[in-house]
């Protein structure tokens, strides 16, 4: 039962994260409301039926991006010889102090694009989608060269694709919504 009622809340927490609302939950606080399920606020339920498509899919790359360097920044930083796997290249004993500062710093990165993805759309663009689509794009370009040298190349070809498809598919989903908010909605 508190299985379920955990699953229940995890649920409309990351629903609310990806409808962009930090504050869409109204939790009970009196032990006796335990059992109602906790409600929307209005304000998140006007904003999402006016967000549209491209607003949600940059939200959701966005946000996967920020969980991905996270897990990723995390376990170099904790377990760097993780990093073996990705680069498909052993590791020296300065390499191994490199492979933790690569992890602090996606660490930060991925912390950072999570604190943001709450943002106004344009105030995201203006502040970060430059940064965002290089780290990408040279992410995807830096990983497609080492797995073609690589004698194991599919995790980096892996890395390679998915950074490639992140950083065009948020390109992507920011150039529908500007153009959309040029046409007037």
């Given at each position: 039962m508190i299985f379920v009622k955990a699953a229940q809340i995890i649920r409309v927490i990351s629903r609310s994260f990806l409808d962009g609302s930090s504050e869409a939950l109204s939790f009970p606080h009196?032990?006796?409301?335990v059992d109602r399920k906790p409600r929307?606020?209005?304000?998140?339920?006007?904003?999402?039926?006016?967000?549209?498509?491209?607003?949600?899919?940059?939200?959701?790359?966005?946000?996967?991006s920020a969980i991905g360097e996270i897990g990723v920044g995390a376990g170099a930083l904790a377990f760097p010889q993780i990093l073996v796997i990705l680069l498909a290249a052993p590791l020296d004993s300065s390499g191994l102090l490199v492979a933790r500062m690569l992890g602090s710093?996606?660490?930060?990165?991925?912390?950072?694009?999570?604190?943001?993805?709450?943002?106004?759309?344009?105030?995201?663009?203006?502040?970060?989608?430059g940064g965002y689509l290089i780290?990408?794009?040279?992410?995807?370009?830096?990983?497609?060269?080492?797995?073609?040298?690589?004698?194991e190349p599919t995790v980096p070809w892996?890395?390679?694709?998915?950074?490639?498809l992140a950083g065009v598919g948020f390109a992507g989903s920011m150039l529908v919504v500007q153009r959309r908010a040029g046409n007037g909605g």
């Open positions: 009196n032990p006796s409301d929307r606020i209005m304000t998140t339920v006007e904003r999402k039926s006016t967000r549209a498509g491209g607003e949600r899919a940059a939200r959701l790359v966005f946000c996967a710093a996606l660490l930060a990165l991925g912390v950072t694009w999570w604190i943001v993805r709450n943002e106004p759309l344009h105030e995201l663009s203006s502040r970060f989608v780290y990408n794009i040279g992410m995807g370009l830096l990983f497609s060269a080492r797995a073609i040298d690589a004698a892996v890395v390679a694709v998915v950074h490639l």
